[in-house]
């Protein structure tokens, strides 16, 4: 329940209700212990589109948020640290973590744990990869009027399409070249993910060698990041670990903003991350 209803019910200003929740969250925080975390994913959210953002900080094990801090800079990995030494863990015992390639969380992931590889989260990869190829069909899309209206049927994944749909891209893959190329090639990266570890490797760097030569620009300059953050991409290989349980968290977050109407102070955005999405032990009786 929204803490605004909650105040209406109870005749209570809500700045007293958010006193209390921030109290409660606090104290149970204080309980936590993370000697046990080994794998950390990292994305942010925001209080309104666009601005005040917060990163997120999730054990990837357990799928919980251990620890949200405000902005999204590379200082937010050291807060972080700092967070982590105060709940009984330690920068080098963590093994892994994932992020998007964003150069503030690379920034703040060299500076604070120098030692713990990075995974670039497929699932941004991915997103950047749609952007490109959304680039693409303007593009073409000046001599073709009805690629104005596919727009969907391009980034959808495939097995998520009806049987009209796919009949509908088959088409349209035939008479626009420059679209179907791109998307062929997003197709075949994302059997990078697929493939046999000791394949990966080979099968990404001729994938970016293909896409260089696509002469396709907004592709060629999404293969050439791929290179750039080589060793960020392949750490998937090792690691098979991603930021999905991220992007859930942070759906629920939004959700629980839509229904309360936006929150006034991103504390108050934080304190309902941890109360969605922190697994907190309030200590009530049972």
């Excluded at 929204?2 to 209570?12: C, D, K, V, Y």
């Excluded at 666009?50 to 900080?57: D, L, N, R």
């Excluded at 620009?217 to 991220?246: K, M, Q, T, Y």
Aim: charged content about 30%.
């Amino acid at each position: 329940m929204p803490i605004h209803a909650i105040s209406r019910l109870f005749g209570e200003h809500d700045n007293r209700i958010w006193r209390i929740v921030h109290f409660h969250v606090e104290r149970a925080r204080a309980r936590e212990d993370w000697s046990g975390v080994h794998r950390v994913g990292m994305d942010e959210t925001s209080r309104r589109r666009g601005h005040h953002y917060v990163s997120m900080f999730v054990d990837l094990d357990r799928v919980k948020v251990l620890f949200a801090a405000p902005g999204r800079d590379a200082e937010s990995l050291g807060r972080f640290k700092a967070d982590l030494e105060a709940h009984g863990g330690r920068g080098e015992q963590l093994s892994e973590l994932c992020a998007d390639m964003a150069p503030a969380y690379r920034k703040g992931a060299e500076r604070y744990f120098p030692r713990v590889p990075i995974t670039f989260d497929r699932y941004h990869l991915m997103q950047n990869l749609n952007r490109a190829l959304d680039q693409v069909r303007p593009q073409e899309q000046e001599n073709a009027s009805e690629l104005k209206r596919s727009r969907y049927l391009w980034l959808m994944n495939p097995g998520r399409l009806s049987a009209g749909q796919r009949r509908h891209l088959v088409r349209l893959r035939r008479e626009h070249s420059q679209t179907a190329e791109a998307y062929r090639l997003k197709l075949a990266f994302q059997e990078f993910y697929l493939q046999p570890s000791s394949e990966a490797e080979l099968y990404l760097a001729d994938w970016i060698e293909m896409a260089i030569k696509s002469g396709l620009e907004p592709i060629a300059d999404f293969a050439c990041s791929i290179a750039e953050h080589w060793e960020g991409v392949v750490r998937w290989v090792h690691s098979r670990i991603s930021n999905g349980v991220l992007e859930a968290i942070s759906s629920l977050v939004q959700a629980a903003k839509r229904r309360a109407r936006g929150y006034r102070t991103t504390e108050n955005l934080i304190a309902v991350v941890y109360l969605t999405a922190g697994k907190l032990d309030f200590g009530l009786p049972t």
